[in-house]
């Protein structure tokens, strides 16, 4: 049986679901580039995830999102459906509520006026001319994350169960000083996230869930959008 240093003791301490709470108001998904430094994880580990820190591993996964997310893309009810949830005015009546925020998007507004034309009619014009994958390719960025955690779970778990160990995982990378960004795509797309099982030799018996990127992120927390309370319970 591997024994944990003490480090990890201490850290798996201070990483107890009671001590995380606090950390719910701090966490954020940041769409960004992330700080270079070497990332101070104290002996951090999880059992259902694999942190991929080594560089050729973060290329490989980074180059393959972008393909993923592409053919994602790709599909026109898939673009209908994002753009419906982007917040690209700042005074959309439901930008204090939900959805994607021009602000977290991290577009400028010049930029973010033209993302319902380049996901609308003006994509198989883009694609046409092959300007299409430039539009959605983040692996520049991605490969800034000193961290890519590939988070699995037991094929017949319930989806609840799932969730609450996914809110964890956030959490205690929020408790490190830590932002989180999916990358949805790699678990979303059959064929990515077979690749990534066989690579990572992920156990047959689990399945990857979710791939995020964590790091220390260079600017401030984009504004919250989160629904009042009322309009959750009436
Ligand atoms: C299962 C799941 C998948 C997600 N996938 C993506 C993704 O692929 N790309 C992305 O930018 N954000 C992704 N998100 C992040 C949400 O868009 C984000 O949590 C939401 O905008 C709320 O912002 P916050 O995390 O800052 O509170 C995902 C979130 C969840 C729970």
Request: proline share 9%; aromatic share 6%.
């Amino acid at each position: 049986m591997e024994h944990e240093t003490l480090e990890q003791v201490v850290t798996r301490a201070r990483l107890a679901p009671s001590m995380l709470a606090d950390q719910l108001e701090r966490r954020f998904t940041w769409r960004g580039p992330f700080a270079g430094d070497t990332p101070q994880l104290y002996g951090w580990t999880r059992k259902d995830t694999q942190l991929v820190l080594d560089a050729p591993t973060r290329d490989w996964l980074a180059h393959l999102n972008d393909r993923a997310s592409f053919e994602i893309m790709r599909g026109g009810p898939f673009r209908r459906e994002l753009l419906s949830w982007m917040r690209l005015r700042d005074d959309h009546p439901r930008a204090p509520s939900d959805g994607l925020s021009r602000r977290a998007l991290g577009l400028g507004k010049g930029r973010a006026r033209l993302v319902p034309w380049q996901l609308g009619p003006l994509w198989p014009v883009m694609n046409a001319l092959g300007r299409a994958k430039s539009l959605t390719a983040e692996a520049e960025m991605t490969r800034t994350a000193p961290v890519i955690a590939c988070f699995h779970r037991p094929v017949t778990e319930s989806p609840v169960e799932t969730g609450r160990a996914y809110l964890r995982l956030c959490l205690e990378a929020t408790h490190l000083g830590f932002a989180g960004w999916p990358m949805a795509a790699l678990s979303d797309h059959p064929a990515a996230r077979e690749e990534i099982e066989g690579r990572l030799a992920i156990d047959p018996d689990d399945r990857l869930v979710q791939v995020i990127r964590f790091g220390v992120p260079m600017g401030d927390p984009p504004p919250r959008a989160r629904r009042p309370l009322s309009e959750l319970i009436p």
